[in-house]
């Protein structure tokens, strides 16, 4: 079974940098895309990024590109989201997840999700 689990959320001020991890477990490897969603109170899950657990091609939100990275480490089966410039916008709990879909950025093409990870973002 697929198993994900983030880590790395935290408290960090506006302009700052903050990176989240999730462990993989029970991918393809092959055919997987792992994607990143987040949620504030009140608003619906929001597409963040993806990446192509086989050959590491990313996607992402207009939100967030330029200012966000995706990143894979083969050798730890670990996804990383490297927030940059961090704005209180992008206050939220984050998601890791798998794809249904090759190169999805709707929340239900998902079938695994992780159990989530907090990231504030001060003014």
């Known amino acids: 079974q697929v198993q994900l689990v983030e880590s790395g959320g935290g408290l960090v001020q506006a302009g700052g940098s903050l990176s989240l991890s999730c462990a993989a477990s029970?991918?393809?490897?092959?055919?997987?895309?792992m994607g990143w969603f987040r949620q504030a109170p009140g608003k619906e899950r929001e597409f963040v990024g993806g990446?192509?657990?086989?050959?590491?091609?990313?996607y992402y939100a207009d939100s967030t590109k330029g200012r966000f990275t995706i990143s894979r480490d083969n050798a730890k089966n670990t996804v990383y989201l490297q927030m940059d410039s961090l704005k209180p916008e992008d206050t939220a709990i984050y998601y890791c997840?798998?794809?249904?879909?090759?190169?999805?950025?709707?929340?239900?093409?998902?079938?695994?999700w992780g159990q989530g990870t907090q990231v504030t973002v001060s003014s």
């Open positions: 997840a798998v794809a249904t879909w090759s190169n999805s950025r709707v929340a239900a093409d998902y079938a695994y």
């Open positions: 990446i192509k657990w086989n050959n590491g091609d990313t």
């Open positions: 029970g991918l393809t490897f092959s055919s997987d895309t």
